[in-house]
């Protein structure tokens, strides 16, 4: 990838890594939190990997709907 001129010494001295290892770090912790593994002192890389699993759309909205009921019932018992 080319890099823009304007931008190269940014690259060089380290900010544009340092910035894009900061916004990825959000998605670190999710996935660890996700995975049952966030502790309070969990180091973060600055990396992350997506996963490239495909989501079953049925078992999601089975999930939703689930809670849905759940909810309605609660608030018809209050």
């Known amino acids: ?3 823009p ?3 190269q010494p940014l690259v060089e001295d380290g900010l544009v890594d340092q910035v894009l290892r900061q916004l990825m770090s959000g998605k670190e912790i999710w996935s ?3 995975r049952g593994e966030l502790q309070p002192d969990s180091p973060l890389t600055g990396t992350f990997r997506r996963s ?6 049925n078992e999601v909205m089975q999930v939703i709907d689930a809670a849905r009921e759940e909810d309605a019932l609660r608030r ?3």
């Not at 490239?52 to 759309?57: A, N």
Request: glycine content about 0%; charged content about 50%.
């Open 52 to 57: 490239e699993k495909r989501v079953d759309l």
């Open 32 to 34: 660890l939190y996700e």
């Open 76 to 78: 018809r018992m209050r």
């Open 1 to 3: 990838m080319k890099i």
């Open 5 to 7: 001129q304007r931008i």
